[in-house]
């Protein structure tokens, strides 16, 4: 069983940064690829961003690419979303998850989920 603590999110106004931190505990998750979703009031579940294990392939949200970085760091049991450039429209919670042997945008394919941290852009 893994466990996925999210952080760094908070309030921040459009054209602003932050970073997202999940700290993961319980099983090694550095065999698995890791990926962020969030979710807006009212709006199914999205895929943002997803990293292979090794943190050499990463895939985007058509939505993000550009502006968003994810990144991991193994012998932290950590992964990082780096998030430039917001606008209102990325308000959501965002969710960490885990456990995906391929790198996916189906959360289906995810076994593990954090309870979730709120990001909230003002105009």
């Known amino acids: 069983q893994v466990q996925l603590v999210e952080s760094g999110g908070g309030l921040v106004e459009a054209g602003g940064s932050l970073r997202l931190s999940c700290a993961a505990s319980?099983?090694?998750?550095?065999?698995?690829?890791m990926g962020w979703f969030r979710q807006a009031p009212g709006k199914e579940r999205e895929f943002v961003a997803a990293?292979?294990?090794?943190?050499?392939?990463?895939h985007y949200a058509g939505s993000v690419k550009g502006r968003f970085t994810i990144s991991r760091d193994n012998a932290k049991n950590t992964v990082y979303l780096q998030m430039n450039s917001l606008k209102p429209e990325d308000t959501a919670v965002y969710h960490c998850?885990?456990?995906?042997?391929?790198?996916?945008?189906?959360?289906?394919?995810?076994?593990?989920w954090g309870q979730g941290t709120q990001v909230t852009v003002s105009s």
């Open positions: 990293i292979s294990w090794s943190g050499g392939i990463t």
């Open positions: 998850a885990g456990g995906a042997v391929v790198l996916s945008t189906n959360p289906a394919e995810y076994n593990y």
């Open positions: 319980g099983r090694t998750f550095s065999g698995y690829v």
